[in-house]
Nanobody, 124 residues
Framework: QVQLVESGGGSVQSGGSLRLSCAVSGDAISRYCMAWFRQAPEKEREWVASISGANTAYVDSMKGRFTISKDNAKPTVYLQMNSLLPDDTAMYYC???????????????????WGQGTQVTVSS
């Protein structure tokens, strides 16, 4: 069973950048669709981006600011976040869905494996 551990969160001023990491263990990362979600206080968890093989997808509001990538050799999934805004303040979660050919994208309930999250706080 795959385990996911996020890191890289922290506090940053508006306009700054952070790179989140999700370390994957217990199974080959290449077997999974990987995704980042986030949850702000008193809000529902929302999809940020996903990656499956060489294919990536993003929520429209984050295109151009956030970049998802992965290193199968490490194995780790990254979320590079640039031009951060106070509205980006949230707990960020890594999620995984085991399939070579299907990726749930924004369909949160289909992801079986989740990390514990890493907090990102953006001040104005």
């Amino acid at each position: 069973q795959v385990q996911l551990v996020e890191s890289g969160g922290g506090s940053v001023q508006s306009g700054g950048s952070l790179r989140l990491s999700c370390a994957v263990s217990g199974d080959a990362i290449s077997r999974y669709c990987m995704a980042w979600f986030r949850q702000a206080p008193e809000k529902e968890r929302e999809w940020v981006a996903s990656i499956s093989g060489a294919n990536t997808a993003y929520v429209d509001s984050m295109k151009g600011r956030f970049t998802i990538s992965k290193d199968n050799a490490k194995p780790t999934v990254y979320l590079q976040m640039n031009s951060l805004l106070p509205d980006d303040t949230a707990m960020y979660y890594c999620a995984a869905y085991r399939s070579y050919t299907y990726c749930p994208g924004s369909r949160l309930r289909e992801y079986r494996f989740w990390g514990q999250g890493t907090q990102v706080t953006v001040s104005s």
